[in-house]
Nanobody
Framework: QVQLVESGGGLVQPGGSLRLSCAVS????????MGWFRQAPGKERERVSC????????TYGDSVKGRFTPSRDNAKNTVYLQMNSLKPEDTAVYFC??????????????WGQGTQVTVSS
């Protein structure tokens, strides 16, 4: 069955960096776009970034543009989210998701369980 498992979250100081990983199984990663989402306490889940099957990356929201970069390694069945210059407002549970297409845009059809990122001094 399809599985997505995030890792790499944790506590980091403002201005620091983290790289989240999402290990996938049960499908061929090459054929799908993969998205990253986050949900902060008391807020709705929001789309952060997406990487299409051909490595075309999209970042959503002015708050993360220029700081967050998705990538993928199909040979390792893993997608990544590099997060730099982290701010306290980036604190959230981060989810990876399989997009139901090779291209970013359609809604995801499978989700990981999430990994907590806390940005605090």
């Amino acid at each position: 069955q399809v599985q997505l498992v995030e890792s790499g979250g944790g506590l980091v100081q403002p201005g620091g960096s983290l790289r989240l990983s999402c290990a996938v199984s049960g499908f061929t990663l090459d054929y799908y776009a993969m998205g990253w989402f986050r949900q902060a306490p008391g807020k709705e889940r929001e789309r952060v970034s997406c990487i299409a099957y051909n490595d075309r990356a999209t970042t959503y929201g002015d708050s993360v543009k220029g700081r967050f970069t998705p990538s993928r390694d199909n040979a390792k069945n893993t997608v990544y989210l590099q997060m730099n210059s982290l701010k306290p407002e980036d604190t959230a549970v981060y989810f990876c998701a399989r997009v139901s297409s090779r291209w970013c845009g359609p809604d995801p059809d499978y989700w990981g369980q999430g990994t907590q990122v806390t940005v605090s001094s």
